[in-house]
């Protein structure tokens, strides 16, 4: 695509006030890459719990403002100066976190244990696409950093690689922080968005794999791959779970968990599953923090670890075991010109899966 042809102007849904539903604009300029910009026709961008959040107003992000941090599309145009690496026609995601500012004390250990970079992943001013300090994929196009993109295997859509952007970004990094290897075990708790990826994931990275869960997540996991499937599925709310998971690892109990629910009990009690010295990495954020067992904690020497998303290179990673195992979620697809009331719709419950909007 040429610059004659990129629009003047763009459809895009703006948040133009709390808790209200978005607006449908067509005339939102379309953005000019600078130096080491790039500018990425949007092909499918997601909404994830975040983008409820940002709605609400909780990261009191100034409006008007375009969300989803979970946009995907292909490079059109680049700004001056732009990176060797990336070319006119490349797909491409794009990664949340923009801007370290250098001088916060998080930039400055970054800096001093990595050779002197930073990394906006860590930086306590950071600037995050489509939550605050930067417009997100809900729009025809988006303007981005070129230090900020992931390269998408042509075998994986668009629609899909939306909620790698962050839910895969997210539960891929717990699993690798949490220091496994092959054959031994890993308990993945919740089986939502994030916990169905976590469970491909694992499998794929040949773990054996213990689903946890408190409902009926038979339909979930029937639409992944046979090869991917938990090896062992159970409701920690049954008393015979605890039984199951000690049968399953031959009474040594499990070697690490990933908890992605903000259900305290089921937090604490997943703890009581590993084994002396055991890893859990927990990515929930209850409103009134966690509670654990503080003897158990102590006395069996559990680690606790929390993680935040992902570094590119981690991604990029995780997107070869994507296309390898073709690791999918389940998704709802809304068109841009039907996206409107998505924040009504999704407090209603009207979805099932993850929800991607295709432009």
Known sequence: ?????????????????????????????????????????????????????????????????????????????????????????????????????????????????????????YCANKTMTGISGADGGFAQYMMSPDYALVKLPDNVPFEQASPLMCAGATIWNAIVEAGLKKGQTIAIVGIGGLGLLGIQFAKALGYRVVAVHHKDASPKLAAIRADLTPDLLVDYTRPEAIKEISDFTNDILL??????????????????????????????????????DAFNLVFREIVVKGSLHSSIDRMQEMMKVVSEYNIHSNIDIVPLDEAEALPERIHNHEFKGRVVVRM
């Not at 130096?35 to 107003?57: K, N």
């Not at 145009?77 to 794009?94: F, K, M, Q, T, Y």
């Open 1 to 121: 695509m040429t610059d004659d042809m990129i629009p003047k102007q763009m459809k895009a849904l703006r948040l133009t006030k709390y808790n209200e539903n978005y607006t449908l604009c067509n005339d939102v300029p379309v953005p000019v890459p600078g130096s080491h910009e790039v500018l990425i026709r949007i092909e499918a961008a997601s909404f994830c719990h975040t983008d409820y959040q940002v709605y609400q107003g909780s990261y009191k992000t100034p409006l008007p403002h375009i969300g989803s941090h979970e946009p995907t599309g292909t490079i059109v145009a680049l700004g001056p100066d732009v990176s060797g690496e990336w070319r006119i026609g490349d797909r491409v995601g794009g990664y949340l976190f923009r801007k370290p500012c250098g001088t916060c004390a998080d930039c400055k250990w970054y800096a001093a244990t990595h050779s002197g970079e930073f990394s906006a992943q």
């Open 255 to 292: 070697d690490a968990a990933v908890v992605c629910t903000d259900d305290i009990p089921a937090n604490d009690w997943i703890l009581h599953r590993l084994h002396p010295r055991g890893t859990c990495v927990v990515l929930g954020l209850p409103e009134k923090g966690f509670t654990f």
